[in-house]
């Protein structure tokens, strides 16, 4: 069973600096990883997926990179705003099946 | 093109009274996924199916049952539903994009709440 890791469950930050969000995963026979945003109330918002044979992913600010030997992928986000405060869920998935961690709440004050 | 789409988006039900969740998309999805949420936990799969007609238990199946008559729509039930089934549902879809690729698309999530 794939047990998913997301550190820290919280951040607080000041807008301008770069976020880091950590993810591990016990299972590494993944396929790929997804990373996803859910404001308060709402849905999953799919950010990123990484291909198993990836080593990263980049989307404008948002950068995930995966070490799928280690069982660990990092979300970045550069330059954050407050339009980036959000819970922050990883997804790795083995065969057609996503696990996800309980997530990092983040919040960034103008 | 609406997505997934989940109705009804709110319920209270009380102890031992059923209800039915509907999901629908409208991408021609082979897969589809029904999960739940509680506070301070991650979303955990209670059942899926791979294509019209299938479904499978997730990791938390007990006290639902789903079908997939249609392959655009995709139905949870419960049964009698216990206050242990508060929670936020969430239905998504996904295909193989790549070989090994499926990238799964969200619903906006039903709130339910058995008292």
């Known amino acids: 069973k794939q047990e998913v890791t997301q550190i820290p469950a919280a951040l607080s930050v000041p807008e301008g600096e770069n976020l880091v969000l950590n993810c591990s995963f016990t299972?590494?026979?993944?396929?790929?990883l997804q990373w996803f945003r859910q404001d308060p109330g709402k849905g999953l918002t799919s950010l990123l997926l990484?291909?198993?044979?990836?080593r990263e992913q980049t989307s404008g600010r948002l950068n995930a990179s995966l070490d799928k030997s280690s069982g660990r992928s990092t979300l970045y986000i550069a330059a954050s705003q407050p339009g980036d405060s959000a819970t922050y869920l990883c997804?790795?998935?083995?065969?057609?099946?996503?696990?996800f961690g309980a997530g990092t709440t983040v919040t960034v004050r103008a | 093109n609406a997505g997934v789409t989940q109705t009804p988006k709110f319920r209270v039900l009380k102890t031992g009274q059923s209800m039915t969740l509907l999901c629908a998309q409208d991408?021609?999805?082979?897969?589809m996924y029904w999960y739940r949420q509680d506070p301070g936990m991650g979303l955990r799969l209670i059942h899926y199916?791979?294509?019209?007609?299938?479904?499978a238990k997730g990791e938390v199946p007990d006290g639902y049952n789903v079908s997939r008559l249609k392959k655009q729509n995709f139905l949870l039930g419960l049964e009698s539903a216990a206050p242990s089934q508060t929670s936020v549902y969430f239905c998504a879809s996904s295909y193989q994009e790549f070989v090994g690729q499926y990238e799964q698309y969200f619903g906006p999530g039903t709130r339910l709440t058995v008292t």
């Open positions: 299972d590494s026979a993944i396929y790929n």
């Open positions: 990484i291909q198993s044979s990836q």
């Open positions: 199916s791979v294509g019209e007609g299938t479904t």
């Open positions: 997804a790795p998935q083995n065969d057609y099946k996503l696990s």
């Open positions: 991408m021609n999805h082979e897969y």
